[in-house]
């Protein structure tokens, strides 16, 4: 046997580089860390090195801490003791000397936008050139947009087009994101015009919001019919112009003014806001003052909400648009009481008031045929929808209410604007890109207007009924139960509903017109029981519907009852809190009665309204005056003769 000789085996050794350095963006002399993360056999040793391939002193470590002052490519080596080395990716290091004052102290290295794009008007054929910038680590991702599309070509921080078209023209905005966070730039406009210069574009806006108040069943005051139909009405004719309304009635102070809060937070740049108010009001220096529910007699400033407080939180928003419509007396007798002192705004232009009367002077509202109405909202409505500047929407008003012979001589149109534009409430809406502004608008908006889902519930009878919904206002539910089958041995079925908590009925008392409640029963057809839940803002509990369905058994011929329920949350408006400033006193003063089903009655019966016999005939009545307090002088402002306004209501 010949011997053998043993074989040599080499061992291969490698370096691998398994985390490479990331590039950044930051200011001059900011902080950096670049880290390289590697694996291999024994000690590791690390070189960095600029982009002309000098060493960096003391960058042999893993991680390299420096001070950029200017731009540079550094990438690192890593070597064993086996002469095996590897090199790391070429990173960039992009310093800025520019300004960076709003740069957090503790910044993490999230997207910082230091330079905003600038609005821009070019020729067509010329170049195009929009511009940001941001600070970053790792260095962010650019994704600019035209009109709320990606531009699939524009990823870098300047977008450029070399000869500028008409379709380029449009908001421009960049989305720009690392891995820690994105940020949003402000939506610039860019015009491409003809070398003659085009007429300038329509204005457009960004969002269009609407609140509308309307309060009449007062506590310590004369109530009034009106605003019910002027807020309905209105609220669907602005949104057939593109708005998002919120619509609530019968208001304390304090539900008033956190109304107002989550109104003024849904405004933003571009945006156009609409405040609209009917009921009782006055004017004081200047001041307006709109009068809620719970006021006492007699009231003062203190217990009222101020309508230029209400503007000036809408200019701090910097809506492009802002527009507050009052139809509400403005007169005031306590000179003893001072104004609010509020610290205006500087210009900031384009607000419109539009009053339903003149200064000192009462607004007025009418019952014809069973329909009542304030008069300034009857014309206001009859305008509304017109695509004309909103001061020429308010002037036709003027014209027709002037024109009106039921106050000739008591009601005037008062118009107070500084808009710089042609502003229409019709204008378009041009959303730039899916910002998150938008999408918190859009979100807020959904939760005081969100139906609870309709619901078939199948009792053991073998009935199936559905509980659908409906909103009147954002404050106002009502639901319809419809027996959908009956069971194989029952007959005579009806249905009622209840609520827990009980919820006041704003409809159901005296002095409620038979419009009213044909308005309540257009949004289902031929419902067995309708249920009226009112004042929603006030709910501090979940919502539970109880259906009873009541019917005879065909063998027994015995009459029987069954119930369900059905948990519907905090709807609409009850999601938004606002009852959150004196939950304690509301919860004691407003408990609420049995909320009133329509349905108790069989549907093929006439219900019974109980109202005074003045108001079965086509004319109005006017509101009176609350005593007057002996001794003192009242807040209440006085009236002028019965006779001569016995045709209509004043807003006081």
């Not at 006492?296 to 809506?319: D, F, H």
Request: aromatic residues 6%; charged residues 25%; positive net charge.
């Amino acid at each position: 046997m010949t011997g053998s000789r043993p074989r040599s085996y080499r061992i291969m050794i490698r370096v691998f580089i398994v985390r490479h350095p990331v590039s950044v963006c930051v200011p001059v002399n900011h902080k950096v860390t670049l880290s390289v993360r590697a694996e291999g056999t024994g000690i590791l040793n690390y070189q960095w090195f600029t982009v002309d391939k000098k060493e960096v002193p003391g960058g042999t470590e893993k991680d390299l801490t420096i001070r950029p002052k200017q731009t540079q490519l550094f990438v690192c080596r890593v070597s064993d003791h086996f002469c095996n080395w590897v090199f790391s990716e070429w990173v960039k290091v992009k310093v800025l000397d520019i300004d960076k004052s709003g740069l957090p102290v503790h910044w993490e290295g999230e997207p910082h936008i230091a330079v905003n794009p600038k609005p821009q008007t070019v020729r067509k054929g010329t170049k195009l050139s929009l511009c940001c910038v941001a600070f970053g680590i790792p260095t962010p991702r650019y994704q600019w947009y035209r009109n709320g599309q990606p531009l699939l070509d524009q990823t870098s921080d300047t977008l450029q087009i070399e000869r500028a078209a008409a379709e380029h023209g449009g908001s421009y905005l960049c989305s720009i994101s690392n891995v820690l966070a994105e940020r949003w730039t402000e939506p610039v406009d860019v015009d491409v015009v003809q070398i003659v210069q085009l007429p300038p574009a329509a204005p457009t806006a960004t969002d269009k919001v609407a609140l509308l108040i309307g309060n009449l069943n007062y506590s310590n005051h004369p109530g009034l019919m009106a605003p019910i139909m002027d807020v309905h009405e209105l609220a669907n004719l602005l949104q057939q112009l593109g708005f998002r309304v919120v619509s609530l009635l019968d208001l304390t102070r304090e539900e008033m003014l956190a109304a107002t809060e989550k109104f003024i937070q849904l405004l933003d740049r571009g945006v156009y806001g609409l405040f609209y108010y009917a009921g009782h009001g006055y004017e004081r220096a200047g001041r307006n003052y709109l009068v809620p529910i719970d006021a006492p007699q007699p009231y003062r400033p203190e217990n009222c909400v101020c309508v230029q407080r209400v503007m000036l939180s809408m200019q701090q928003r910097q809506t492009a648009l802002s527009v507050i419509l009052l139809d509400t007396c403005r007169k005031w007798y306590n000179q003893d009481c001072l104004a609010s002192a509020i610290t205006p705004l500087g210009p900031s232009g384009n607000t419109v008031y539009g009053y339903a009367t003149c200064e000192d002077a009462e607004a007025f509202e009418v019952q014809d045929g069973g329909k009542s109405t304030g008069i300034f909202t009857k014309y206001l409505n009859a305008h509304i929808l017109q695509s004309e500047k909103v001061t020429h929407v308010l002037e036709r008003v003027s014209e027709d209410l002037g024109r009106d012979p039921l106050v000739t001589g008591k009601q005037v149109v008062e118009i107070k604007h500084t808009l710089k534009e042609p502003r229409s409430l019709a204008d378009k809406v041009r959303t730039a890109g899916h910002t998150r502004e938008l999408q918190l608008r859009d979100a807020c908006w959904r939760q005081a207007n969100e139906l609870p889902q309709k619901k078939r519930l199948m009792f053991l009878c073998g009935v199936e009924v559905e509980v659908s919904f409906s909103a009147l206002f954002s404050n106002v539910l009502v639901a319809f139960a419809t027996v959908k089958t009956t069971g194989p041995r029952t007959q005579d079925c009806t249905i009622t509903l209840s609520s827990t908590p009980t919820m006041e009925d704003l409809f159901s008392g005296p002095n409620r017109s038979e419009e009213m409640d044909s308005l309540l029963l257009t949004k289902s057809d031929n419902p067995d029981c309708t249920l009226r839940l009112c004042a929603l803002q006030k709910i501090t509990e979940s919502l539970v519907i109880k259906v009873e369905l009541h019917y005879t058994h065909m063998d027994s011929k015995l009459r029987k009852t069954e119930s369900k329920q059905m948990d519907i949350g905090k709807p609409m408006v009850a999601s938004c809190k606002l009852h959150r400033r004196n939950h304690a006193t509301k919860a004691k003063k407003h408990g609420g009665a049995p909320a009133q089903s329509m349905g108790n009655i069989s549907s093929n019966k006439p219900r019974v309204h109980q109202t005074l016999d003045c108001q079965r005939r086509p004319f109005t009545r006017k509101a009176e005056c609350g005593p007057k307090v002996a001794g003192t002088r009242s807040n209440e402002p006085e009236e002028n003769d019965e006779n001569e306004l016995q045709d209509s209501t004043l807003y006081n």
